[in-house]
Structures are given as C-alpha cells and as structure tokens.
C-alpha cells in the first residue's frame, strides 16, 4: 500500500472509507500529491475547510471510539512485551558477562 502511495496510486475502499466525508477525501487526495510543487502546504492544509470545520459534517462515526481504544489497547501490549523481552535479555547479557 505504502508504494501505491508513493506513486499517487490509491484508493478510499469500502467498508472502511465509507463514513468519511468528501471534504476529507479530498483533503487526503490532496495531501497525498506526489509532486511537492502540487502538495498542499501546512498552511494550507491548515486552512483546509475539512480543518477549519466551516463545512465538516459532524456526525459521528460508528464505532470509531472503540476501534480507537482497541488499537490504543493493543498499542499498550505490544509495549509492554517489547519492554518485558528486552528486560529478560538485559539480564540474561549480565548472568552471560558475570559467570
């Protein structure tokens, strides 16, 4: 997906991009320019309607928080068996170095 991006090849697929509005599509489209000349500035995007809410819906997404807490969740998990992991080899390393 990530060199689809790369070159200005991508899509908004179904069921995921569904609930996300036109104005912010677009803005993603134009984010996403691969020229630089092209792409949006910060400035602009910061002006962006979509950003600025002139014209944003403000429905809410479907089950947006809890995938929100569920990756948040996940994120938090993997931290801690990296953390656990990296704690077991440390002291595995200092018993190898002190025999």
């Known amino acids: 997906m990530f060199a689809l991006i790369k070159k200005g090849e991508f899509e908004f697929p179904s069921p995921y991009w569904d609930q996300i509005s036109d104005l912010a599509k677009d803005l993603v489209r134009k984010i996403l320019v691969t020229d630089p000349k092209k792409r949006l500035t910060a400035q ?56």
């Open 44 to 99: 602009q995007i910061l002006e962006n309607p979509w950003i600025v809410g002139e014209k944003t819906p403000r429905k809410q997404l479907l089950g947006l928080t809890d995938k929100i807490k569920s990756f948040n969740a996940k994120a938090k998990l993997r931290k801690m068996v990296t953390v656990a992991l990296a704690a077991e080899r440390i002291k595995n390393a200092c018993l190898l170095y002190t025999s």
